[in-house]
Nanobody
Framework: QVQLVDSGGGLVQPGGSLRVSCAAS????????MGWFRQAPGKEREFVAA???????YYADSVKGRFTISRDNVKSTVYLQMDNVKPEDTAVYYC???????????????????WGQGTQVTVSS
């Protein structure tokens, strides 16, 4: 059974940095597409970034140039480094894993099979 554990959220000032992590208990981690999504109060869950089968990375326009997704296939962990954060980045951040995603579906939360419990990120002075 696949388990994802999100961690690393917290309070950060605008313009600051934070890194969130997701540890996966899954075999063949390297072959999984790993994604980060976020959900703010009263809003739908939205795509943030994805690492497609350990090859290429993709980002939402709102975070491109500020956020970086990376993965350690030995530790079965995926990271989201958030730099120059803004108040509108405040949300619960969730990692997700999918073993059968095609590239065209990486931004669709319904395409992922497994989810972490989420970690709160609050950007405020």
């Amino acid at each position: 059974q696949v388990q994802l554990v999100d961690s690393g959220g917290g309070l950060v000032q605008p313009g600051g940095s934070l890194r969130v992590s997701c540890a996966a208990s899954v075999s063949s981690f390297r072959s999984y597409t790993m994604g980060w999504f976020r959900q703010a109060p009263g809003k739908e869950r939205e795509f943030v970034a994805a690492s497609f089968r350990s090859t290429n990375t993709y980002y939402a326009d709102s975070v491109k140039g500020r956020f970086t997704i990376s993965r350690d296939n030995v530790k079965s962990t995926v990271y989201l480094q958030m730099d120059n954060v803004k108040p509108e980045d405040t949300a619960v951040y969730y990692c997700a894993a999918g073993s059968r995603l095609i590239l065209s579906s990486i931004r669709n939360p319904n395409a992922y099979d497994h989810w972490g419990q989420g970690t709160q990120v609050t950007v405020s002075s």
